[in-house]
């Protein structure tokens, strides 16, 4: 009975704050739809944070809910589903069936281990590695993340002998997933070309404060606050996610011999590493092609289909990533309608007017923890930037904060911001869905990262930017 109670007071807090964000009094200058979609996506977000449904489950009913009040118009609700970062996602996780039918992820898997096995931070430290050699030449975090990353902490963690399906999630692979999670966003904060937004925050600031900023000059702003996000990280994460398997003593004999009894390279694994590569070369040459992210991933999933390496039953039988498909496309369509009917706008004002008359050090502190933390609202890092970047930085110059600090601080904030939530960016939705680890965990070791992040970001890169006398 008490379960029960629980569990109805949780069904009643869902309905009974967004019941009262639809009849509340709408502001000025926001249409009444808007509104009315804060107040379902408000919902969605409790729905989460009280688990009280799966999120296929939670996103169907947001469906629902706005297709009946005929709070969104259809093409904007449907159109979630044609967005071309989830299906990014897509093929990337079903691209990453051929790791592990080809035995190509135990392959790589084992030589990680029999080189770096000694525990798991060593393997969370290669994780990182790895994904920062890509970094500078794979401008995209989920492809890295889901493309790359993905199949290679997965085929770690099974090696291992740790899967969910198996109740042994946390023996190491909860450990790996959310650091190699972490340290994607972190590794896309590091180089220039790691991430689409630190091109695109530079090309917003310059017109308005004059400032430029080079690949070089961002890698020597960026590099002491991430690189220290980087060592530390993984520490929070071992701290507050502590896996079973600490030292793993004879976890690189065995992987040698496991690699021996593997025998040569097959047919299937070449083709599958041929494949690829081909894959990482597009992506890291799509600013000179022009060549769709997407389209890329989805080339490489037909030839992948074509020469066998993996079926179509494969990808159909993939269920974590349709049920990614039922929610997150509903989400990203809110997003983009609280943008166009001028919710996000009223937010921006409401924000602006509520520091007016502050100490500028109170103001840049407020600003900046609402700028990282406001993505709980959102799905995607591009609109969070085209929505508040240029608006909060302009704030804090005009009351008097260094321009070059200001767009710095707000574009490695912007890099680090998905970090909160499983929905926040394509990589997330991808490793929650391995069922590594559960929501309350995911949201409660995002939030402890942030913080360090945080403090690491506008701490440390502070001090570090004085030192290099921009201010």
């Known amino acids: 009975m008490t379960k029960k109670a629980i569990q109805f007071g949780k069904v009643g807090l869902l309905i009974l704050i967004p019941a009262i964000i639809w009849f509340l009094p709408v502001p000025a200058g926001v249409a009444s739809s808007g509104w009315h979609t804060l107040a379902i996506f408000v919902g969605f977000i409790i729905g989460c944070l009280l688990s009280i449904a799966p999120l296929a489950v939670l996103g169907l009913i947001a469906l629902a809910s706005l297709?009946?009040?005929?709070?969104?118009?259809?093409?904007?609700?449907?159109?979630?589903?044609?967005?071309?970062?989830?299906?990014?996602?897509?093929?990337?996780?079903?691209?990453?069936?051929?790791?592990?039918?080809?035995?190509?992820?135990?392959?790589?898997?084992?030589?990680?281990?029999?080189?770096?096995?000694?525990?798991?931070?060593?393997?969370a430290y290669t994780l990182t590695a790895c994904d920062l050699i890509m970094a500078p030449f794979v401008p995209n975090t989920n492809a890295r993340g889901a493309g790359i990353m993905y199949p290679i902490t997965m085929s770690l963690a099974k090696a291992l002998g740790s899967d969910p399906q198996d109740h042994t999630e946390g023996k190491i692979g909860s450990f790996l997933i959310?650091?190699?999670?972490?340290?994607?966003?972190?590794?896309?904060?590091?180089?220039?070309?790691?991430?689409?937004?630190?091109?695109?925050?530079?090309?917003?600031?310059?017109?308005?404060?004059?400032?430029?900023?080079?690949w070089g000059s961002w890698f020597l702003y960026a590099c002491v606050p991430v690189i220290a996000a980087l060592i530390l990280v993984p520490l929070v994460i071992y701290s507050q996610n502590r896996p079973e398997l600490v030292k793993i003593p004879a976890a690189q004999k065995f992987a040698r011999e496991q690699l021996q009894a593997m025998g040569k390279i097959s047919t299937s694994e070449l083709m599958m590493t041929a494949i690829f590569l081909l894959t990482i070369i597009g992506w890291s040459t799509s600013k000179w092609t022009h060549l769709d992210n997407t389209a890329i991933a989805g080339s490489g999933l037909v030839l992948l289909i074509i020469s066998q390496v993996i079926k179509i039953d494969d990808v159909l039988e993939e269920k974590k990533v349709w049920d990614i498909f039922l929610w997150l496309p509903i989400i990203m369509a809110m997003t983009t309608y609280l943008v166009q009917t001028k919710v996000v706008k009223w937010f921006q004002i409401l924000i602006a007017d509520s520091v007016q008359g502050l100490n500028l050090s109170v103001a840049f502190l407020i600003l900046m923890l609402v700028y990282l933390y406001i993505h709980y609202f959102f799905t995607s890092v591009l609109v969070h930037l085209q929505v508040f970047f240029?608006?909060?930085?302009?704030?804090?110059?005009?009351?008097?904060?260094?321009?070059?600090?200001?767009?710095?601080?707000?574009?490695?904030?912007?890099?680090?911001?998905?970090?909160?939530?499983?929905?926040?960016?394509?990589?997330?939705?991808?490793?929650?869905?391995?069922?590594?680890?559960?929501?309350?965990?995911?949201?409660?070791?995002?939030?402890?990262?942030?913080?360090?992040?945080?403090?690491?970001?506008?701490?440390?890169?502070?001090?570090?930017?004085?030192?290099?006398?921009?201010?």
Not at 92 to 104: C, D, Q, S, Y
Not at 189 to 202: G, S
């Open 390 to 471: 240029l608006p909060f930085a302009t704030v804090l110059v005009s009351m008097g904060a260094n321009p070059l600090v200001t767009v710095m601080l707000l574009a490695l904030l912007t890099c680090v911001s998905p970090a909160t939530t499983h929905y926040g960016t394509g990589t997330g939705s991808i490793y929650f869905a391995t069922g590594y680890t559960t929501q309350k965990d995911w949201w409660r070791v995002g939030f402890e990262v942030s913080v360090v992040e945080f403090i690491l970001f506008a701490g440390l890169g502070l001090l570090w930017w004085k030192l290099l006398g921009l201010y």
């Open 178 to 214: 959310l650091t190699s999670f972490h340290t994607n966003l972190l590794a896309g904060a590091l180089f220039f070309t790691a991430m689409a937004t630190n091109p695109l925050a530079m090309a917003l600031a310059k017109p308005v404060f004059h400032i430029n900023v080079s």
């Open 67 to 123: 297709a009946i009040t005929n709070t969104i118009p259809p093409v904007t609700l449907y159109g979630g589903f044609g967005n071309s970062a989830i299906w990014l996602i897509m093929f990337a996780f079903f691209m990453a069936i051929g790791f592990r039918t080809t035995n190509l992820g135990s392959r790589l898997a084992y030589f990680l281990i029999a080189r770096f096995g000694r525990s798991s931070l060593s393997l």
